[in-house]
C-alpha cells in the first residue's frame, strides 16, 4: 500500500466521505503494477486498487541488478530522472520511485525527483519510465558492454578508420 487518503465529495446533504487507496504489487523479478481504488471502506478501496494493479502490470528490463540506461521522464507537474548504478550503490529514491522499484527487483540506482511531490503523480512519472526502459532495451542489449569495446583498438591512437592513420608508417 502506497497511500491511503480520506476524500470527500460535498452533496445536498453535507459532505460524503470515501477513501482512496493507492497500490503497488510487484514479483521483484521485473513485474510491477500500480493501481488505485476508491470506496466508502479502507479494505474495499485497497481491493479494488490491487485489481486495476494487476490488470496493469508492466515488465521491467533488469541489468546487472539495474536498469538498462538513463531516463528522464515528466508526468503532469511531477519529473523523474533515473541513472543506473554500479553493484553496491543501493537503492537511491524516494517515497513512491522507491517502493516502485523495491518491488520491480531492481537493487542499484540512482533516482531523482524534480517538481511536484505528489505521490500518484510521482507513482505515475515512475511507471511511465520503466515502461520506456522496455521500449528502448534490444535483445542484444542484456548484457552491459565495458568501454574498451566503445575505445580504438590497442595497435591505432587514431579511432576514425575512414581517414588516414598519423600513427601508421607510411
Keep these: 500500500v502506497l497511500q491511503i487518503d480520506r476524500v470527500t465529495r460535498v452533496v445536498k446533504g453535507g459532505r460524503r466521505l470515501?477513501?482512496?487507496a493507492t497500490v503497488v504489487?510487484?514479483?521483484r523479478k521485473g513485474k510491477v503494477g500500480v493501481g488505485l481504488g476508491k470506496a466508502n471502506e479502507v479494505t474495499i478501496a485497497i481491493q479494488k486498487a490491487v485489481t486495476q494493479a494487476k490488470k496493469h502490470i508492466i515488465h521491467v528490463p533488469i541489468v546487472h541488478e539495474s536498469i538498462p540506461h538513463p531516463v528522464n521522464v515528466k508526468f503532469k507537474a511531477t519529473k523523474i530522472l533515473m541513472i543506473p548504478a554500479s553493484e553496491g550503490t543501493g537503492l537511491k529514491a524516494g517515497s513512491a520511485a522507491r517502493k516502485i522499484?523495491?518491488?520491480a527487483g531492481v537493487k542499484n540506482i540512482l533516482?531523482?525527483?524534480f517538481g511536484s511531490r505528489n505521490r500518484i503523480n510521482l507513482a505515475k512519472a515512475t511507471m511511465i519510465a520503466l515502461e520506456q526502459l522496455g521500449k528502448r532495451v534490444k535483445p542484444g542489449m542484456q548484457e552491459?558492454?565495458?568501454l574498451a569495446a566503445f575505445l580504438p583498438s590497442s595497435n591505432s591512437c587514431f579511432p576514425y578508420r575512414f581517414l588516414r592513420d598519423p600513427c601508421a608508417s607510411a
Aim: glycine residues 6%; proline residues 0%; aromatic residues 6%.
Design 101 to 103: 522499484l523495491e518491488l
Design 25 to 27: 504489487i510487484g514479483n
Design 18 to 20: 470515501s477513501f482512496r
Design 144 to 146: 552491459r558492454k565495458s
Design 111 to 113: 533516482s531523482k525527483r
